[in-house]
């Protein structure tokens, strides 16, 4: 696949190449925020799930039961909860236009069985956006966020341990554009820390922009993402390309960052990170530390966590789970594409939005 980014033959950007210039955007207020001030909106991050809803989810799980469905074959229409509609799209219009973060609560879940909290989980989260692929033989429709323990031998799948997992954001790296929004479901948490740590991706331009405003191009650059293992096309490309900022078709800021993918990322593709550009990912790194900045939640069972990937990073303080079968955390995550605005999953809107005309094709 030719490289898109047009670096691909470089040894070193920094050495080699200019960053771009900044492109002006205009911030979007409420979507800039740090962990006083969502705390001051606890109203719009936190909501509750309609009773009337739980009884839907109860009589959809008993249909799929009856009739033999599964994880894996059940479809949207065998999981109906009208009681959750308006909700849903309250959920989408806080996520587009809002802070991009959403809780929630009161989920009906047996944590004895993960069937069924997976079939809750992708049925609910269905009604916000278009639920994506996570793998290719496996986690096709949810990937299961638990500590898998020495099973997990790629080092950038942080969500299959109990380590700390830095912030960043979610890049989805089988499809040609990320997911629009993430959705984490906790079945159990663990018996000590995994609290939930999220940021705004205005909040860390503003920040950048503010210390160190000659290294804020550098962040607009291409960089080579690797994707996880199993994240990876068998036939390549070995790397993805994407800037860490870039701006939507409505001037809005998106963000795509994980620095366990990049270092690895360039190193694939032979280009040194190094000088400035060391100096910005550091920099980026340092301020996604931050206590202040960033907002901090331990969800609870029944919780179901949203989040815009594009306007927000999100990360996990390490955890550990109770000995001899005691409380153990398990997630479900469903990543999602917006089925409201953008190209959608109509097939036509799709290859003119993702695969531009060549010059010169008719």
Known sequence: MADPSGVGALTSLDATCRPPAVPGHVAHAPRQWDRAGLDARAGEVFCNLPARAGEEIAAALGFIRANGLTLETFEQEDFRVPAFAPMAAEIRRRMDEGAGVVVLRGVPLDIADEEAAGITAWGLANYVGRPIRQGLSVDRRLFTVTDRGAANTDPTRIG???KLSRMHSDNGCLEPRPPDYIALLCVE???????STIISAETL???????????????????HFRPPQLHSWPAGPETVVKPVFDLGEGGELNVHYARVMIDPGME??????????REALDLVDCLLEREDLAWRYRLKAGDFL????????HGRLAY????DGG???VLKRIWLWARHRGPGVDPVALDQAERPRAEGEQ
């Open 205 to 223: 331009h503003k920040e950048v922009a503010e210390a160190r405003p000659d290294l804020l191009p550098w962040l607009y650059c291409p960089y």
């Open 268 to 277: 694939l593709a032979g280009l040194a990170v190094e000088g400035a550009m």
């Open 189 to 195: 948490n663990a018996a000590q820390g995994g609290d």
């Open 306 to 313: 949203f989040t815009n990937n594009l306007t927000t990073l």
């Open 160 to 162: 299959a341990s109990a």
């Open 327 to 329: 409380a153990r955390r």
């Open 320 to 323: 550990a789970d109770a000995p």
